[in-house]
């Protein structure tokens, strides 16, 4: 499908959950950005990606000295799951309240809800909420 999405990246000192450094990319429909920059100095950082409708994964010891590939794609080691919709933000897990506001939105057309970005809510995107049922993301 339509792996487009607007993907938060936070960069932080190994081991800490607060961020030095914070960029926004939307990415294509393939689910990849290109050309963005992590504004650090070299050395060996965790970086978070949270998209739109997603839990927070986090890649940990990225050396960011140099071109670096950033994979939260479905085939990486740390996939980007979706499903958290019930705010702006999120709240960084799938839940019965999420669910809710899926089924809820059945047949229409929000942005949010639409997990699988075909242009309309429905069961692709109910199933794949359920399929990340209960789970949290990174921190």
Wanted: glycine share 12%.
């Amino acid at each position: 499908g339509n792996n487009t999405t607007l993907l938060d990246i936070e960069v932080r000192d190994h081991g800490s959950t607060t961020p030095f450094f914070t960029t926004s990319v939307v990415t294509a429909s393939g689910g990849t950005a290109t050309g963005v920059s992590l504004a650090t100095s070299n050395g060996i950082y965790d970086v978070t990606g949270k998209g739109f409708s997603h839990l927070r994964r986090k890649l940990s010891n990225v050396n960011l000295s140099g071109d670096v590939t950033l994979d939260f794609s479905y085939g990486g080691a740390s996939p980007l799951l979706c499903g958290d919709v019930n705010s702006t933000d999120g709240d960084n897990k799938v839940n019965g309240i999420d669910l809710t506001l899926i089924v809820e939105g059945l047949n229409g057309h929000s942005k949010r809800l639409d997990l699988n970005q075909d242009t309309k809510v429905n069961g692709i995107d109910l199933t794949n909420a359920v399929t990340n049922l209960n789970v949290t993301g990174d921190e």
